[in-house]
C-alpha cells in the first residue's frame, strides 16, 4: 500500500476529527497533529495575558511570541498529547469553557492565521503525518496527496461531544453542548472550506473504526 505522506482531516466541531486522526495515525504510524491545539493554546495565553478578543494586532504579537509545544503525553490521564504554552503545562485548560469560548474570535484574525498556519505547514513538511483541523486541505497544505472532510448532522455531533465531556468532567448538559457546536459552526464557518479534491465522509452512520477502513481502503484504491 502507497501511503500518501500527509493526511489532512478536516470538518465541523465534534465530527469525531480527532478520535479518527490519532487512530489512523496509530494505524500508519505517522505522527498525529491537531491544529485547533494550537488556537487553542493561543486563545488561552490570551486570557492569560488578558488581551481583548478583537485585538487582532496584539493577539497577531501574541501567535509569533508563544511557544506553543505539542508532544506524546507525559502524564497518564486521559490526555491525547501533552500542550505546553510557554513551558506550562496546559492540556486540560485548553479545554476549559473559558478557552471554549473564546477560541473562534482569536482564530478569526487573519495576523494570528498566518502565523500559526506557517508553523503548521513546518510540521506537514515533515511528513509521515495525519493533520486535522478546519482549514488543512484547503489552506495549510493544499498539496497533501490526500484530504478527508468529515460530516455529520448537529445532533450527532452534539451527542459525540456531550460524551465526550461527560468522559473528561463527570457531567454534560447535552442542551448546552449542542447551543455551543452550533455557536461555533457560525463562527467556525468563514475557514471551513472541503479542499475541491477532498474525500468527503459522512460520519453519522459510522464508527471511528469504520471511518479508518474506509479511508484504508481507498489508499489502495489511489
Ligand atoms: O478542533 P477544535 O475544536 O479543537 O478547534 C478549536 C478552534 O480553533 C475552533 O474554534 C476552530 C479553530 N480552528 C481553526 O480555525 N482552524 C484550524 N485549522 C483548527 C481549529
Keep these: 500500500m502507497d501511503v500518501p505522506?500527509?493526511?489532512?482531516?478536516?470538518?465541523?466541531?465534534?465530527?469525531?476529527?480527532?478520535?479518527?486522526?490519532?487512530?489512523?495515525?496509530?494505524?500508519?504510524?505517522?505522527?498525529?497533529?491537531?491544529?485547533?491545539?494550537?488556537?487553542?493554546?493561543?486563545?488561552?495565553?490570551a486570557s492569560i495575558?488578558?488581551?481583548?478578543?478583537?485585538?487582532?494586532?496584539?493577539?497577531?504579537?501574541?501567535?509569533?511570541?508563544?511557544?506553543?509545544?505539542?508532544?506524546?503525553?507525559?502524564v497518564e490521564d486521559g490526555r491525547q498529547y501533552t500542550v505546553l504554552v510557554d513551558g506550562h503545562d496546559a492540556t486540560w485548560q485548553i479545554r476549559r469553557p473559558e478557552v471554549e469560548g473564546l477560541v473562534s474570535a482569536v482564530a478569526r484574525h487573519p495576523q494570528v492565521r498566518q502565523?500559526?498556519?506557517?508553523?503548521?505547514?513546518?510540521?506537514?513538511?515533515?511528513?509521515?503525518?495525519?493533520?486535522?483541523?478546519?482549514?488543512?486541505?484547503?489552506?495549510?497544505?493544499?498539496?497533501?496527496?490526500?484530504?478527508?472532510?468529515?460530516?455529520?448532522?448537529?445532533?450527532?455531533?452534539?451527542?459525540?461531544?456531550?460524551?465526550?465531556?461527560?468522559?473528561?468532567?463527570?457531567?454534560?448538559?447535552q442542551q448546552r453542548v449542542r447551543a455551543d457546536v452550533a455557536r461555533r459552526d457560525a463562527l467556525d464557518r468563514h475557514v471551513m472550506q472541503p479542499a475541491p479534491d477532498a474525500l468527503i465522509i459522512d460520519c453519522d452512520p459510522l464508527t471511528p473504526e469504520q471511518e479508518v477502513e474506509l479511508i484504508l481502503a481507498h489508499i489502495r484504491r489511489i
Excluded: C, W
Excluded at 495575558?49 to 507525559?74: K, N
Design 5 to 45: 505522506s500527509v493526511i489532512t482531516i478536516d470538518g465541523p466541531a465534534g465530527a469525531g476529527k480527532s478520535t479518527l486522526g490519532e487512530l489512523l495515525a496509530r494505524r500508519l504510524g505517522y505522527l498525529y497533529f491537531d491544529t485547533g491545539v494550537m488556537y487553542r493554546a493561543l486563545a488561552y495565553a
Design 49 to 74: 495575558a488578558q488581551i481583548d478578543q478583537d485585538d487582532a494586532d496584539t493577539l497577531g504579537q501574541l501567535a509569533e511570541t508563544t511557544t506553543i509545544e505539542v508532544s506524546p503525553p507525559h
Design 115 to 173: 502565523v500559526l498556519r506557517q508553523r503548521q505547514r513546518q510540521i506537514g513538511q515533515a511528513g509521515r503525518v495525519v493533520m486535522v483541523g478546519r482549514d488543512v486541505g484547503s489552506v495549510v497544505m493544499p498539496d497533501a496527496p490526500l484530504k478527508i472532510f468529515l460530516e455529520a448532522s448537529l445532533d450527532e455531533r452534539a451527542r459525540r461531544r456531550t460524551a465526550e465531556v461527560n468522559a473528561r468532567e463527570g457531567h454534560a448538559d
